[in-house]
């Protein structure tokens, strides 16, 4: 096994470009190992929705990078109190082999005083809250497993930056699964840093032996810049890659309700069907539509050629519902 280096860089975006660098362009006899810290994140899962993950106007206010992952699962907060690490290997059977890649993990944070083990499939848990959780992704030729370690991440920051706002959000994507959690630092005998930590786990991984090292060079740093520019850093990929979804929002208002639905498709909104401006409804006949029995229509939707456009829903307390 070698240990790679990443120069201190607290950059997501980076991070991620670097890790993905390793596994597709590195080529290694021997497992990579890689430890990185970020600035304060939310790691979107390959497949979910970032809306349904996040709350927009917390993370865009404090400055919180959303970044979406290579690998499935669920969304995580990372902070400069949260040490990642990750594991890239040759060949892909160990894919879902998650005990494969904890186990050292585990035996060094019990080492340490903490109580830790692998529970479920890929969470590493202590006294049943929530320490570390995992992840992998397997190119065509190998693999990486990576997970976090909660060691002095600010919860209460984590919760307010990847609790949803108060809509309804549908879709098919996977869904974060809110767990209890804690720090490892709380659970510690003796009170060590983060960095007493990462070093722990290398001496531990390594077994007490020589740390042996793979040095990038400047063209390697070079070409991990421009993945993150032409992944991490966009939006296509960090939002717009989020499956079709509808959002609702409801509220209410002297002319009754209104229930206010976009379809979202590709992150983007394609076009939008202009509605009449609603009067307020006189009195509700007997079916609940308008009085006279006039129906209130919107214009015809405005489509680009081969893109199916968003549905707005409109919907106010006795006057139907208006597409």
Known sequence: MRYVDNSDIHDPRLN???EEYLLRHVESDEPLLLFYVNEPSVIIGRNQNTLEEIDPDYVNTHGIHVVRRLSGGG?????????????VTNGK?????????????????????VPAELRGRSDILVEG?????NAQYASTRRMFSHGTLLFDTDLGEMLRAINPRRMQIESKAVHSVRSAV?????????DMTLADLRAALLRGIFGG?????????????????????????????NYGRSPQ?????????????????????????????????????ARRGRTGGPPDGRALRPRA???GPGRRGPRWLLRLDGCGDVY
Not at 105 to 113: A, E, Q
Not at 129 to 133: A, N, Q, V
Not at 215 to 224: F, Q, S, V
Not at 248 to 272: L, M, N, T, W, Y
């Open 75 to 87: 969304a995580v907060y990372h902070d400069l109190g949260n040490l990642n690490f990750s594991f």
């Open 182 to 190: 804690a720090n490892i630092r709380e659970l510690l005998p003796r």
């Open 245 to 281: 979804f509808n959002v609702q929002k409801s509220a209410r208002f002297p002319a009754g309700k209104i229930d206010a639905r976009i379809d979202v498709d590709e992150g983007a909104r394609a076009g939008h069907s202009p509605l009449r401006r609603l009067q307020r409804p």
């Open 209 to 237: 032996e020589t740390i042996r090292t793979y040095d990038l060079t400047g063209a390697d740093w070079l070409a991990i810049e421009d993945i993150a520019e032409r992944r991490y850093r966009l939006w296509s990929w």
């Open 129 to 133: 809250r929530k320490i570390s959780g």
């Open 93 to 113: 059977e160990h894919l879902n082999d998650f005990a494969r890649f904890t186990g050292p993990v585990v035996s060094v944070l019990r080492s340490l005083g």
């Open 16 to 18: 991620l470009a670097f």
């Open 301 to 303: 939707p405005q489509r």
